[in-house]
């Protein structure tokens, strides 16, 4: 995307960068160079045709309105009820707590203006937010005692298995069920998680700290339990189907992890994780988290990829383009009685950041494209016709979209590692 690229000359080990027009750069060799910023304009720029039309009109389902409307509710109504118990006259008002008072009254504004334009998830994420670190300032100003806080952990850990008892139990017979239960599945082991991290803490302030995030993922987990009811079209979803359909996301994200490890200088060992955590998931016949966690990793992959080949100067053009595509497949999926909860309500985030929070708004937007056609994996697949074209002019739009990647590669690395440092926003 763009008409700008770098090319990478090797002249005595050092890197040469030369920026080129590849309008003009097409004109030398004899060629028109025509913007495209999806392969659907590409395909329409060949042919003539349009593939298949794009929707932007999304149906939002009235039930899931109403439930994420009740669960942000409850979320901010915690938020105000923690931020009026805290005794902000004990409090040592040192540095760090007046950032973290700071960081609370953003959030808690930014929840109050999403939730009055009706973008509920997104108001709860921003209350969730600042739930974790009001509970941790409480915590804080209690003074603790080990036994205390062994029985904190307890409780909590005690609390962890009963929800997911009861996870074991439900039958899921939609995406929104899938889509759901993946959700609290990995709240609930994010919230084991940060109890173990709690545990092996080296100072009281990151145990604290591990404490009330744990107690906030349990209660984001339990939050998510009410989409589980068989809302929307049904499917059957065997063993061997979600097996399959895991086996498939997996082989997706192996293909770009392997592609971008051979051909980026950086570091994407939290990527390499996310997909061992996948086939350990995979191995344990745990198929529905074997799905959710190799679809991050390939959203994730692919902000890497978004990051390298894109001028920080488009970003705001890049990430616009995105949610339209990402809205555009939302509105098929409604179209079908399928309303992807997941989906919708990244779309929402990123859409809610895309002014404050670039990077997360790009890493939320590439979440939402994933969870946004999950019944892919559920059904056979439609055969794609194409129509004749000349495919030298192909290979010359693949050859030329290489370099200008390769390129992009030496430019940006330096900005993606400092964009890599950056903590993404925390969401319900």
């Not at 931020?83 to 902000?88: A, F, I, Q, R, V």
């Not at 939609?174 to 759901?180: A, F, G, M, R």
């Not at 545990?199 to 009410?226: D, G, P, V």
Request: charged share 25%; aromatic share 10%; glycine share 4%.
């Amino acid at each position: 995307m763009g008409e700008r690229f770098v090319k990478k000359d090797e002249i005595s080990n050092k890197t040469l960068n030369k920026t080129i027009d590849l309008v003009e750069y097409g004109k030398e060799l004899g060629l028109e160079v025509i913007e495209a910023p999806d392969l659907d304009t590409a395909l329409l720029i060949f042919t003539g045709r349009i593939l298949m039309p794009r929707s932007d009109n999304v149906e939002i389902d009235e039930l899931y309105t109403d439930t994420m409307q009740m669960l942000s509710f409850e979320l901010c109504n915690r938020t105000n009820s923690l931020y009026s118990s805290l005794p902000k006259m004990d409090l040592r008002f040192n540095n760090e707590t007046n950032q973290t008072l700071k960081s609370v009254e953003d959030l808690i504004n930014n929840g109050a203006d999403a939730y009055n334009n009706s973008k509920y998830y997104s108001a709860g994420s921003y209350c969730f937010g600042a739930n974790v670190r009001l509970s941790y300032l409480i915590l804080l100003r209690k003074n603790l005692s080990n036994i205390t806080i062994s029985d904190i952990i307890h409780v909590l850990e005690k609390n962890i298995k009963g929800i997911d008892k009861k996870l074991s139990t439900i039958n899921i017979k939609t995406i929104t069920d899938l889509e759901s239960f993946m959700a609290v599945k990995e709240r609930l082991i994010e919230s084991q998680e940060l109890l173990e991290r709690a545990k092996l803490s080296s100072s009281q302030k990151e145990m604290l700290y591990n404490l009330a995030f744990s107690s906030e993922r349990l209660n984001s987990a339990i939050a998510w339990l009410k989409f589980l009811d068989n809302r929307g079209k049904v499917f059957s979803f065997n063993k061997e189907l979600l097996e399959n359909s895991c086996k498939k996301r997996l082989s997706e994200v192996e293909e770009q992890f392997q592609y971008i490890g051979a051909l980026i200088p950086l570091d994407i060992s939290t990527i390499n994780q996310e997909i061992t955590s996948a086939y350990n998931d995979f191995n344990n016949k745990f198929y529905e988290l074997c799905l959710y966690k190799a679809s991050k990793a390939k959203a994730e992959i692919n902000t890497v990829i978004s990051s390298l080949s894109i001028d920080e100067s488009q970003i705001d053009t890049f990430i616009s383009h995105k949610l339209k595509i990402t809205k555009s497949n939302i509105a098929k999926e409604t179209k079908k009685g399928i309303f992807p909860i997941l989906g919708y309500s990244y779309y929402e985030y990123a859409d809610s950041l895309k002014d404050t929070d670039k990077y997360s708004a790009l890493l939320y937007s590439e979440y939402a494209m994933e969870f946004s056609n999950l019944d892919i994996y559920f059904k056979n697949r439609e055969r794609l016709y194409f129509y004749n074209f000349d495919y030298g002019i192909l290979i010359v739009l693949v050859s030329l979209s290489l370099i200008s990647f390769l390129g992009g590669v030496i430019i940006t690395s330096k900005y993606y590692k400092r964009k890599k440092k950056r903590k993404k926003k925390i969401s319900i």
